[in-house]
């Protein structure tokens, strides 16, 4: 897989939905009705994070949700790509970007969203190849303010903004011509979670998919 290939297959994830849930998902037994309760709202393209022990198995569960696309989130490194891979995860995501990081997901043929927060970082990896990028940590690093300055000398990068990225915030980022979706996680409240309320998470995940209406 080239960098160019990757980007545009991560395009293709990003545009399937204006909102890809973060997810942080601690029991396992929660995987399927979680992805199958997020997939019924309108929001098929779903990152696991890799910060709990059980997200790689999250992940393979997930993978068996008709309709869903599972990724890995907080990829750092190769090894960390070769497991999602192994778990069924068939795009990446990771806070920011090293070679070595770049060169396992090509040689793994994962379509990887690499994390940039600065003009020099999208610059550099724009320069390898890649347009297609994770804006992280979104309202830390500026906001949609600052994603919107750097759009404007850098239009042929487009972003997913992540962190900090809300329900009530949302809109300001999706507004932007620059941002093809935005990473959220207030789809799936771990209270909700834990009281196996899915019929909530899915109603969460409708109002989120019609963000982009």
């Given at each position: 897989?080239?960098?160019?290939?990757?980007?545009?297959?991560?395009?293709?994830?990003?545009?399937?939905?204006?909102?890809?849930?973060?997810?942080?998902?601690?029991?396992?037994?929660?995987?399927?009705?979680?992805?199958?309760?997020?997939?019924?709202?309108?929001?098929?393209?779903?990152?696991?994070?890799?910060?709990?022990?059980?997200?790689?198995?999250?992940?393979?569960?997930?993978?068996?949700?008709?309709?869903?696309?599972?990724?890995?989130?907080?990829?750092?490194?190769?090894?960390?790509?070769?497991?999602?891979?192994?778990?069924?995860?068939?795009?990446?995501?990771?806070?920011?970007?090293t070679d070595k990081l770049l060169d396992a997901c090509?040689?793994?043929?994962?379509?990887?969203?690499?994390?940039?927060?600065?003009?020099?970082?999208?610059?550099?990896?724009?320069?390898?190849?890649?347009?297609?990028?994770?804006?992280?940590?979104?309202?830390?690093?500026?906001?949609?303010?600052?994603?919107?300055?750097?759009?404007?000398?850098?239009?042929?990068?487009?972003?997913?903004?992540?962190?900090?990225?809300?329900?009530?915030?949302?809109?300001?980022?999706?507004?932007?011509?620059?941002?093809?979706?935005?990473?959220?996680?207030?789809?799936?409240?771990?209270?909700?979670?834990?009281?196996?309320?899915?019929?909530?998470?899915?109603?969460?995940a409708r109002d989120a998919a019609a963000l982009g209406?």
């Amino acid at each position: 897989m080239t960098p160019h290939a990757s980007s545009q297959k991560a395009i293709e994830i990003c545009q399937l939905a204006p909102i890809v849930p973060v997810l942080v998902v601690d029991d396992v037994a929660d995987a399927q009705p979680l992805a199958e309760a997020l997939v019924a709202g309108g929001l098929p393209a779903l990152e696991v994070t890799l910060r709990t022990p059980a997200a790689l198995e999250v992940i393979a569960e997930m993978a068996k949700v008709e309709g869903g696309v599972v990724g890995a989130g907080t990829l750092l490194t190769p090894q960390d790509v070769h497991n999602a891979v192994d778990a069924g995860a068939v795009f990446g995501v990771s806070p920011g970007a090293t070679d070595k990081l770049l060169d396992a997901c090509l040689e793994a043929g994962l379509p990887l969203l690499p994390g940039a927060a600065t003009a020099s970082e999208a610059m550099a990896l724009l320069e390898r190849g890649y347009s297609m990028l994770k804006f992280f940590p979104a309202e830390a690093s500026g906001g949609a303010a600052a994603l919107k300055a750097i759009g404007a000398p850098i239009p042929q990068v487009k972003f997913c903004p992540t962190g900090g990225v809300s329900a009530s915030n949302a809109m300001d980022y999706l507004s932007l011509p620059n941002v093809v979706c935005a990473g959220g996680s207030w789809v799936a409240p771990k209270a909700k979670m834990q009281a196996g309320d899915w019929e909530g998470i899915t109603a969460l995940a409708r109002d989120a998919a019609a963000l982009g209406a």
